[in-house]
């Protein structure tokens, strides 16, 4: 797992991203035409493909699921994304760092 510097030109949502992260901001994030209030934790390429980890604090749940929890959005999915200025204590613990294999990290919380 390498960790890549934020160089070179950014994606307004990249960027958004990236501060929502470094300043552990809440986003309300539509994907796959659902709004979702969530924290973002992980930001990366895995298996080739940018994705974004949050929890999830509101918004759709599969039948029998916990409508909060953690999700892994495709980049190239996200619609639209919202900082808030509502701020997240910071990381969850380590438990959700295990079960992702990230070929690149860009943003991760602490």
Known sequence: MAVESIAGPLSSLD????????????????????????????????????????YQLRGPARPGHSSTGWRLLDFQKIESLTVLDEEFPGSRGTQQQSHHDWDVVYARVK
Do not use: C, M, N, S
């Open 15 to 54: 960027y958004r991203i990236r501060f929502a992260i470094a300043h552990r901001r809440r986003i309300e994030v539509t994907y796959q035409r659902f709004a979702r209030l969530a924290e973002p934790h992980d930001y990366g390429k895995q298996r080739g493909a940018d994705r974004l980890l949050i």
